[in-house]
């Protein structure tokens, strides 16, 4: 049962810490997808990557946030320094269309 | 500029009755769309989707309806089962791979 990971599942930090999700997407799909999920915006795209490379990073402050895909099987996203208004749920996917299966998503707290 | 609009945060049916949740879409190029179902704590799943050559997409208890001279789609749960309360959200997909999610709708069935 393939299945995109994510850790932490939660994590609570306080203002100005650096923060870094990670994220296994399922073997052999070559699109990644980093999402925020608020209240008010619903779903918002941050950033993607196919074949490991960059494809579209217009939807994170790129001032804080940055996106990587060291390998295959690691995405990473690491705001530094945090804020506030970063307190989201953060989701990883991978694949596309119907098959863009998601992880659990990272439940993060900005103090 | 949300292409894809929820308007309704929330619903709440009685079990066994039908649960209409709607979508608004803004641009006239999207001709493919999608619904994802997400419980608390876990990442949205594919639920059904819809192709612009169609007007009803149909699979068991769910139906989606696309009015495009509208811009507007629908999706039908009959009968509402209290194990359909959960998170909807409307796709549509911009560029190739990317996805653009609507807010979402709170579905509460109760018995």
């Known amino acids: 049962d393939a299945r995109v990971t994510q850790t932490p599942r939660h994590k609570v930090t306080e203002m100005g810490q650096e923060v870094t999700m990670r994220c296994q997407p399922i073997?052999?799909?070559?699109?990644v997808f980093w999402y925020r999920q608020t209240m008010m915006q619903g779903l918002e795209l941050l950033a993607y990557f196919r074949n490991r490379a960059p494809l579209d990073d217009s939807g994170m402050p790129k001032d804080r946030f940055s996106a990587e895909m060291p390998d295959a099987t690691l995405a990473t996203l690491k705001i530094q320094p945090s804020e506030p208004r970063d307190s989201a749920v953060y989701f990883c996917?991978?694949?596309?269309?119907?098959?863009?299966?998601f992880g659990p998503g990272t439940r993060l707290l900005v103090l | 500029d949300q292409q894809v609009k929820q308007n309704s945060p929330s619903l709440s049916v009685q079990e066994g009755r039908i649960s209409i949740l709607n979508c608004d879409y803004t641009n006239s190029m999207f001709d493919y769309f999608l619904w994802y179902k997400k419980y608390p704590a876990e990442g949205p799943t594919f639920l059904i989707s819809i192709s612009s050559i169609k007007d009803k997409n149909e699979d068991g208890r769910f139906t989606v309806f696309l009015n495009k001279s509208a811009k507007h789609l629908s999706l039908h749960i009959v009968p509402s089962q209290p194990g359909d309360s959960a998170v909807y959200f409307c796709a549509a997909p911009r560029d190739t791979d990317k996805l653009i999610f609507g807010t979402g709708t709170r579905l509460q069935v109760f018995p």
């Open positions: 996917a991978s694949g596309f269309y119907e098959t863009q299966y």
């Open positions: 073997l052999g799909h070559n699109t």
